[in-house]
């Protein structure tokens, strides 16, 4: 079988003003970005507001392991397949993180013959909406040293009496704004700055700081939570970037750099269009990662494809305990729209993986016996399906299960898998997908099951509503949402959350960052794991996102490179083409 690259570079595209058009758009409403993508403007949502919306059908997943369970691969599949099936479709995916791209993932355009294309395009820059966050994040970060270096070097008198502006009186101590960069750079987590020459002070005041990846950025769970321009602005002017030595929360506004912050992103707040191998149309928009952030695409892309489509098919990421808890407690209240079917994907050796009887790890050899039929480990990472299908249940959002189907998988144990989904007593619907190797054409059957999923009466149910206390809402993902048995802060995260209640930020959403590896904190936890602990080391404050940041266990927001990182394949050849890149 042809590489990715090659399968893509082999298909014939259309001119993306067709996949516009076709897909509904008038010409106003979008501005070509080169022959295969395009900017899509916000002004359409206006025209089509009284449209009637569409079904939402979002992609989760099996805990993931480093094998790769073929989530965007199903995404595009499955869009494909309904659209063989006659219905008008999109497909809504995040833009992919040159970190994971030069890291240990690769790229995230899907595979085989359902991907998004051009594929090295998506992967690399795009249209640079990852580059616009950066620019913004980085600027608030410039913002915050230089307001201490001018308020400090004379005196807050001083700098009051010759700006015309109020001293903030920032406490270096209580700058919680880190820098972000695209890239896994471990080397960046912990900086110092403002280091000068001896008995000088004009690179400012040395601090402590850091950087994050710009996935993880306030501003990208911004950008994939607002509603349109205004909202943007809106929530942007909301982040707390510091505190004064008083203890006042400092926001962007208070610096005044939110106005140019938002004109950074104004270009970034209009989603991508591109196109599927099968020419269906795909909304790319926001990238936030799932471990570190809330891991969906776009409030904005889902409400253009749902307006333009009868199947809107998304992705959230990572395993039902990540992106699909955040988009059901986060995005779905923040929008008003729950998914109307949930798609699990699941694999015979991701099953195999989670059985707790392969330790596997990136970048390492996999056993041959990984690959053949092993009833035992099937039996024991059947408990991880099982609990990923009860844990969409409870929200009473409709599940199929789709067994994304790989060469070396045998019919018996793919049958066999299917008989023990079927015997569940939970109505949930199952088919094996073939997405990579037939395109739409092998995920017809998948198709079929989700349109009649899509046809059930349900109540969605939300963890927790807003309104609660942040505690309750922590432990309402720990124990109802992941199955623990208590959640544990320590005495940061205690101190810290009093001072959210303190200034008012106790009727945010919470957004729990933790090891994707595992139901539980940690990695090395495999299967459906009971009564454990969750330890928050730290609360985060995202005012402008809407939500509290928790960080649980040993998870990080700057990955670090691997021992063989994906960069090392790629290159250019004589005729100037990407090779490498899958």
């Given amino acids: 079988m042809l590489s990715d690259i090659e399968i893509c570079r082999n298909t014939s595209l259309r001119p993306i003003y067709l996949v516009a058009e076709q897909a509904g758009l008038l010409g106003s409403e979008f501005h070509s970005q080169g022959k295969y993508k395009a900017k899509v403007s916000l002004d359409c949502l206006k025209r089509l507001e009284q449209k009637p919306t569409g079904k939402l059908v979002l992609v989760t997943a099996i805990t993931p ?6 989530k965007t691969v199903t995404t595009i599949g499955l869009a494909q397949g309904l659209a063989k099936l006659e ?14 791209v030069f890291g240990v993932k690769g790229g995230a355009a899907g595979g085989g013959y359902s991907q998004v294309a051009p594929m090295e395009e998506l992967n690399l820059h795009l249209t640079g909406d990852i580059h616009a966050v950066t620019s913004a994040h980085n600027l608030a970060a410039a913002a915050i040293d230089a307001r201490i270096y001018h308020e400090q070097r004379n005196g807050y008198e001083d700098f009051e009496a010759r700006t015309g502006l109020r001293a903030l009186q920032i406490d270096p101590q209580q700058v919680v704004w880190k820098r972000v960069m695209d890239h896994n750079d471990r080397a960046l987590r912990m900086v110092t700055v403002g280091q000068n020459e001896p008995n000088k002070l004009i690179n400012g005041y040395e601090r402590q700081d850091g950087f994050d990846i710009s996935a993880a950025s306030e501003l990208m769970a911004v950008l994939a939570l607002a509603t349109d321009l205004k909202d943007l602005r809106q929530r942007i002017g909301r982040i707390v970037v510091a505190y004064s030595l008083d203890g006042q929360p400092i926001t962007t506004e208070d610096l005044q750099v939110a106005g140019a912050m938002a004109v950074s992103m104004k270009e970034a707040i209009e989603p991508t269009l591109m196109q599927t191998l099968e020419g269906v149309p795909t909304l790319i928009h926001a990238g936030p990662f799932a471990n570190i952030a809330h891991g969906n695409s776009s409030i904005i892309a889902d409400n253009i494809a749902t307006k333009l489509c009868d199947f809107t098919v998304t992705e959230g990421g990572f395993g039902s305990d990540m992106g699909f808890e955040k ?40 056993p041959d016996s990984l690959f053949t039929c092993d009833e035992k480990a099937l039996l ?45 007593p939970n109505n949930v619907e199952v088919a094996i997908s073939e997405g990579f190797s037939n395109g739409g054409a092998g995920t017809i059957a998948l198709a079929e099951k989700v349109i009649k999923q899509t046809q059930k009466e349900t109540t969605f149910k939300p963890l927790y509503q807003f309104s609660q206390s942040t505690e309750e809402k922590l432990m309402a993902v720990a124990e109802s949402g992941y199955g623990a048995a208590s959640v544990t802060l320590n005495d ?8 959210l209640k303190r200034h008012g930020f106790d009727d945010l959403a919470v957004c729990l ?11 090395t936890i495999k299967g459906a794991p009971t009564h454990f602990d969750v330890p928050v080391r730290e609360l985060k404050l995202c005012a402008g996102a809407g939500f509290v940041y928790a960080l649980c266990g040993n998870v990080m927001t700057m990955p670090g490179l691997p021992d063989k990182p994906a960069f090392m394949s790629l290159d250019l050849d004589d005729d100037g083409n990407i090779i490498g890149l899958s």
């Fill in 65 to 70: 392991t480093p094998l790769g369970e073929g």
């Fill in 87 to 100: 219905r008008s479709v999109f497909a809504c995916i995040r833009q992919p993180s040159m970190g994971p």
């Fill in 327 to 366: 988009a059901c407690n986060i995005k779905a209240q923040m929008s008003g729209k729950a998914p109307d079917c949930a798609v699990i994907v699941a694999t015979l050796r991701g099953l195999k993986a989670n059985s707790g009887l392969y330790d596997l790890k990136p970048g390492q050899p996999l």
């Fill in 380 to 424: 024991a990472g059947f408990d991880n399906l099982k609990w990923h299908i009860d844990n969409v249940n409870k929200y009473g959002v409709p599940a199929v299960v789709a067994i994304n189907r790989f060469p070396q998988d045998s019919d018996a144990e793919l049958n066999q898998l299917k008989e023990l989904i079927e015997s569940l």
């Fill in 492 to 499: 940061k995260a205690k101190q810290q959350l009093e001072q």
């Fill in 513 to 523: 960052a933790k090891t994707p590896l595992s139901i539980s904190t940690d990695g």
